[in-house]
C-alpha cells in the first residue's frame, strides 16, 4: 500500500487545517488508518486512529475534542480535521496502515507510512 499525505502548510494558533491521506495498491478497506506526528527532536506520537470500516475511532488525549478523524473507502483516503491548533502542534504529519483488529497497537504493528506533511502552528 503507497500513502501520500496532503493538506499540510502554515496556520496561526486557534486556526484549522484538514490533512488528507490517499492510498493506493492495497485494497484500501481491510486496513485500519491512524494519523501520527514527529515534531524536532520527539519521538513519533499517535493522535488518531480509525478502524478499517470507519466504526471504531481513538484519539490521544492531546487531540481528542479538537481532531477528527474519518475516511471514505469509496475515495481510499482518510482524512484528519485539526481544529484550534496549537503552536506545539508544529510537526511533520504522518498518515499509516496497519491489518488486525484492536484501537491501540503498538507503533511496528503499523506497517506502511506515508513521507509526512509538514504542519506549522505559529503563535
Known amino acids: 500500500v503507497q500513502l501520500v499525505e496532503s493538506g499540510g502548510g502554515l496556520v496561526q494558533a486557534g486556526g484549522s487545517l484538514r490533512l488528507s491521506c490517499a492510498a493506493s495498491?492495497?485494497?484500501?478497506?481491510?486496513?485500519?488508518m491512524a494519523w501520527f506526528r514527529q515534531a524536532p527532536g520527539k519521538e513519533r506520537e499517535i493522535l488518531s486512529y480509525i478502524s478499517s470500516s470507519g466504526g471504531a475511532t481513538y484519539y490521544a488525549d492531546s487531540v481528542k475534542g479538537r481532531f477528527t478523524i474519518s475516511r471514505d473507502n469509496a475515495k481510499n483516503t482518510v482524512y484528519l480535521q485539526m481544529n484550534s491548533l496549537k503552536p506545539e502542534g508544529t510537526a511533520v504529519y504522518y498518515c499509516?496502515?496497519?491489518?488486525?483488529?484492536?484501537?491501540?497497537?503498538?507503533?511496528?504493528?503499523?506497517?506502511?507510512w506515508g513521507q509526512g506533511t509538514l504542519v506549522t502552528v505559529s503563535s
Open positions: 499509516a496502515a496497519r491489518k488486525g483488529v484492536g484501537l491501540i497497537t503498538p507503533t511496528s504493528q503499523y506497517g506502511y
Open positions: 495498491g492495497g485494497t484500501f478497506s481491510t486496513y485500519g
